[in-house]
């Protein structure tokens, strides 16, 4: 089975610095997805950014930006230039695709988030 | 964007009664929703996933007798907690995309609802 492990439960930066949150995940599949959720005090969940397994070239959208290290089954999310409404918790995430013998689907298998607290 | 709705973004009930959560696709076509539960301060955990006119697939040790969930159209996904408990006390998220269009991640993007806090007293 898969398994995600964030091995921060919180952190805190001051605003406008950078900061990077860590994720290590377990699996034995070639074809996988790998997301960064956020979900602030309201709960809501907001997809921050997502990384093909297959792809070398590391995502980046705006201030944030992932190291994706395949061999080592890392996935770190750093924050560049934080602000006051990057506090939340965030969550890395892995999508296996399931096979039609088991739905045809996809799960997302969630770590236990990092709460992120940024300060002014 | 894609938006999910969720209904009653809060609900009180008693202990022995059953409750329903309505999930909403308000501008896609949601062939496949997924049930999330969440404790306070924890992560979510995946319940079940519907696939709209199919049965459920229930996760390992969810109680498919207990969480009832129907997806009979293509923008509405139901779960239901029957006789519910105070150990049912949790906020519930659900989440739906639109069938893959190919084999990039944002086929497989799950938009979510803004969940539900479930008190059963």
């Known amino acids: 089975a898969q398994t995600v492990t964030q091995s921060q439960p919180e952190m805190s930066v001051q605003e406008a610095e950078t900061v990077t949150l860590s994720c290590t995940y377990d699996t034995s599949e070639n074809n996988y997805y790998l997301f960064w959720y956020k979900q602030p005090p309201s709960r809501q969940m907001i997809l921050v950014i997502r990384?093909?397994?297959?792809?070398?070239q590391n995502a980046t959208e705006n201030r944030f930006s992932v190291n994706f290290q395949k061999a080592a089954k890392s996935f770190s999310l750093k924050i560049s230039d934080s602000q006051l409404g990057d506090t939340a918790m965030y969550f890395c995430a892995f999508m296996k695709l399931l096979p039609p013998t088991q739905g045809g689907s996809e799960k997302l298998v969630f770590g236990k988030g990092t709460k992120l607290t940024v300060n002014p | 964007g894609a938006v999910v709705s969720q209904h009653p973004s809060w609900v009180i009930c008693k202990s022995g009664t059953s409750v329903k959560i309505e999930c909403r696709s308000l501008d896609f076509q949601a062939t496949t929703m997924f049930w999330y539960r969440q404790f306070p301060k924890q992560s979510l955990m995946l319940m079940a996933t519907s696939n709209e006119g199919s049965k459920a697939t229930y996760e390992q040790g969810v109680e498919k007798d207990k969480f009832l969930i129907n997806h009979a159209s293509l923008t509405l996904s139901t779960l239901t907690v029957t006789s519910a408990h105070p150990e049912d006390s949790s906020f519930y998220i659900c989440?739906?995309?639109?069938?893959?269009?190919?084999?990039?991640?944002?086929?497989?993007?799950?938009?979510f609802g803004p969940g539900t806090r479930l008190t059963v007293t």
């Open positions: 989440s739906a995309r639109d069938p893959p269009l190919g084999p990039s991640p944002s086929s497989y993007e799950q938009y």
């Open positions: 990384q093909e397994a297959y792809k070398q």
